[in-house]
């Protein structure tokens, strides 16, 4: 699978991209990254990406004629991607989308920074507009990587069978929060693991597992119950 990012700030991605999981599944080539300056498609003599907003108002805006053809001349190396751009204004990400974007070849992610993008960058990419939650991030970098990783570890092959993202909670068919987990020591400041977990009889062990992720979603998040996500109505869905 092959993301690209198109961003102003590209070495923000440079740990997320060299460390762990993700750099296991670049180094096997089961995902491919490429980072764009979007400042490379500005050819003014200061580079300007940014200007002030048409009306007034704080802030910058980022110019549609840095952008737009930044994306295009993106999208043209290959055949196109499902274009995304991160802004707190899109739908709300979430496990379903991201199950959805695992099945495409490529995605195109396009970081804002400032006070947003002029609105005819998306009038004229009809981008998937998406944000990772309610609350306002300094650019869309973070949201990004947020996205590449949901992603990434839905593919085959990407975690190991043991960190399997199947029985992760809310992957399609489990909407329940994950149960508590302990390891040893088996008392710690007088904390005691759970005798049922020290049994060795599995089918009480699933059955105890089981109630605790109930209990758990019960209290934390009853909306999860209802069957409903929070903004279900404008959550992220499967774009084409
Ligand atoms: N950019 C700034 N805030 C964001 C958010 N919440 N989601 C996606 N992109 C953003």
Redesign the pocket.
């Known amino acids: 699978m092959r993301f690209d990012i198109l961003t102003l700030f590209p070495d923000l991605f440079e740990g997320f991209l060299s460390e762990s999981i993700l750099s296991a599944a670049i180094a096997s080539g089961r995902v491919t990254i490429n980072l764009f300056n979007i400042r490379d498609w500005a050819h003014d003599r200061h580079a300007t990406v940014d200007d002030r907003p048409f009306g007034g108002g704080p802030g910058m805006v980022l110019k549609a004629d840095r952008v737009v053809p930044c994306v295009e001349e993106v999208q043209a190396m290959a055949s196109p991607g499902h274009l995304v751009m991160?802004?707190?204004t899109?739908r709300v990400?979430n496990q379903r989308a991201a199950e959805c974007f695992a099945e495409k070849q490529r995605i195109v992610l396009l970081?804002?920074r400032y006070e947003g993008f002029d609105q005819r960058i998306s009038d004229l990419l009809s981008p998937d507009e998406?944000?990772?939650?309610?609350?306002?991030?300094?650019?869309?970098e973070v949201?990004a990587m947020v996205v590449i990783e949901s992603v990434i570890r839905l593919l085959p092959g990407v975690l190991g069978d043991e960190d399997s993202a199947r029985t992760d909670s809310f992957s399609s068919g489990n909407r329940l929060l994950e149960e508590p987990v302990y390891t040893r020591p088996r008392e710690y400041r007088g904390l005691e693991v759970p005798e049922i977990l020290l049994s060795g009889n599995h089918q009480a062990v699933d059955a105890w597992r089981q109630e605790q992720r109930l209990l758990r979603t019960r209290q934390r998040r009853p909306d999860l119950l209802r069957g409903g996500d929070p903004g279900a109505a404008k959550d992220a869905g499967c774009p084409e």
């Open positions: 991160l802004t707190p899109g990400f970081c804002g998406l944000s990772i939650g309610d609350f306002v991030l300094n650019g869309g949201a």
